[in-house]
């Protein structure tokens, strides 16, 4: 019997990833069960599904965060070296320093507050489902060490195509044929860990955004249950590829199946 995994579900709006693993763990089709809702936004229908499912909800004010880090940045006491921080930080790009620190200040005293909330639940993994903030290298470092990947997003798209925050809208107007979803593990870039597992689904000629978007979370719902799974069930291995790399291996003997399965539902709602 696989273990049941503790999840903390890390999300910005609807929510409906979320709804989709509260769904699962009750039917016993998830390993894992849902310790505690974080959203950076007060009133998301996201917190009202993890409050009726009667898991703990979490609000973490970014916004009073960041004003902070960008008016005080400089006398801040922050629980990191700022200037060690931004050498290896990889997601805020600003030319002008000192706007650079203070975002980033700004985004150590919200993850501070965030992993002191996470953490007193104790999760074995920390499940971003539509967060939409940039995470810095001091939150993803308190929980990835080593080969211990503990930070999972998925995206909607086929990495690398299309990384950042429009994954349906630029899958539909780039006009490509297929469209995907893709669950990774998050490192310091933005949507640049390694690669768990994909799935892809066609683009019908008559699709508008919504009927690809309904499509590919339908796909998103059964990828990312299947993810936690596999983690549960210990049939991941994490290696380096001769780039250097880190790569995701899933050891189910049933990955052929599911991959089959899984191209069965993305063709199911041929119109
Ligand atoms: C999903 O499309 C997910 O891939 C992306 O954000 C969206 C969240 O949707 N990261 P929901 O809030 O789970 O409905």
């Known amino acids: 019997m696989a273990q049941k995994l503790r999840l903390a579900v890390l999300l910005s709006g609807s ?35 993890g409050e009726l499912a009667n898991i703990p909800t979490r609000v973490i004010d970014y916004g009073a965060h960041l004003e902070r880090g960008r008016e005080d940045w400089e006398r801040l006491e922050l629980p990191v070296d700022l200037r060690k921080l931004d050498e290896v930080q990889q997601i805020l790009h600003f030319s002008d320093d000192a706007k650079r620190l203070g975002r ?6 919200a993850e501070d507050e ?20 940039l995470l810095s290298p001091y939150f993803l470092r308190h929980y990835n060490r080593g080969d211990m990947w503990r930070v999972l997003n998925i995206h909607p ?65 059964a990828v990312y249950a299947q993810c936690i799974n596999w983690l549960a069930s210990g049939q991941v291995r994490f290696s380096r590829s001769s780039r250097g790399r880190t790569t995701v291996e899933i050891l189910d003997p049933k990955y052929p199946e599911i991959l089959k399965a899984w191209s069965v539902l993305a063709c199911s709602d041929e119109t």
């Open 157 to 221: 798209s086929l990495l690398p195509a299309f990384p950042g925050q429009r994954g349906y809208e630029d899958t539909f107007h780039y006009g490509v044929k297929w469209g995907g979803v893709t669950v990774h593990f998050a490192d310091e870039g933005e949507d640049t860990g390694p690669i768990f597992a994909q799935a892809v689904y066609p683009v019908w000629p008559n699709d508008d955004l919504e009927s690809l978007r309904r499509r590919g979370l339908q796909l998103e719902y």
């Open 15 to 49: 929510g409906t990833n979320l709804q989709s693993f509260l769904d699962r763990s009750a039917s016993g089709t998830l390993n894992a069960q849902v310790v505690v809702v974080v959203s950076d936004r007060p009133g998301v229908h996201g917190l009202k599904r």
């Open 104 to 109: 980033l200040a700004g985004l150590v005293l």
């Open 114 to 133: 965030m992993i002191r909330q996470v953490d007193a639940f104790q999760p074995d993994y920390i499940v971003l489902a539509g967060f939409m903030r």
